[in-house]
């Protein structure tokens, strides 16, 4: 039996899963979408950040009532604002106004202390570095805990339930054949391919980047807007081992995908998303029928509504 918590965390998880109607056509593969804005704060970083303040509880490097700092495009610290509230934690993050307004609104709502780095041209490849290193400031400067998501291995283990939740749900067969997933941390990429691999051996994992930052691809960092990866460097705890294939999607395949998936499926997230099904679909045309391919809705659209996304 899972853990009982208290307030809306104990709303964290269990979300559903949807198979495409619509833009899967009939020579494609199935492609099927956890559909994780049905976490609280609308995004499936709720299910990390809890990860990564229960492990430090439970092992004493966070004690009752000590200040949290980290990093964040605002999805993660969202959903850290979030899990501190409940637990009577204090929070500082360091962002940028490079992402939504929204996330930055919504740590504020939470009772977050929110430092912006102003990026006004996106996300630059200097742009997260600059942001870690404020925050390994402050928590020098106030002994905070420094979550430090990129080098948190807990908030992989936070993600391995989202596979098991996948291998209880999907209906078969076809078993499926193919994961892909966009990567900032690889956090969720990893949590969730190694789950879906233990009940799937063969599965190819497809690791999804933006075609105008394609490090992972071999090409240089650089500019681009679909917020969550692409931050000019490897993402420390992915390994090549760890992945078959690197998908590029351009970020402007991205809002198309994700404004086509809201209007014809019903499935409304933001530019992530969108990469990650542009990537699911070409999977699905390459493998054609009799296959499956699974991706992951990451959030919600209503965290880019003021952006460019939808005006
Ligand atoms: C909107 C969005 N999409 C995708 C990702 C990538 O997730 P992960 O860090 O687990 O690789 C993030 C991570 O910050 C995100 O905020």
Known sequence: MEMERPGGLSAIGNTPVVRLAQLAGDCCAEVWVKMEAANPTGSYKDRMALAMIEAAEADGRLRPGQLVVEYTGGSTGSSLAFVCAVKGYPLRIVSSDAFADEKIRTMRAFGAEVELIQSPEGITPGLIPSMMRRAAEIAEQTGAFATDQFNNADMVDGYRRLGEELLEQLPGPPPVSAFCGYVGTAGCFLGVSRALAAGLPGLHRVVVEPAESAV???????????????????????????????????????????????????????????????????????????????????????????GQLYS
């Open 216 to 306: 992972l691809s071999g090409r240089p960092p650089g500019t681009h807007h679909i917020e969550g990866g692409g931050t000019g460097q490897r993402p420390p705890q992915l390994w090549p081992a760890d992945y078959d294939e690197v998908i590029a999607v351009p970020e402007a395949d991205a809002f198309r995908t994700a404004r086509l998936a809201a209007r014809g499926e019903g499935i409304f997230s933001g530019p992530s998303t969108g990469a990650n099904l542009a990537a699911a679909l070409e999977i699905a045309r390459r493998l054609g029928p009799g296959h499956r391919v699974v991706t992951i809705q990451v959030d919600s659209g209503l965290k880019y509504l003021t």
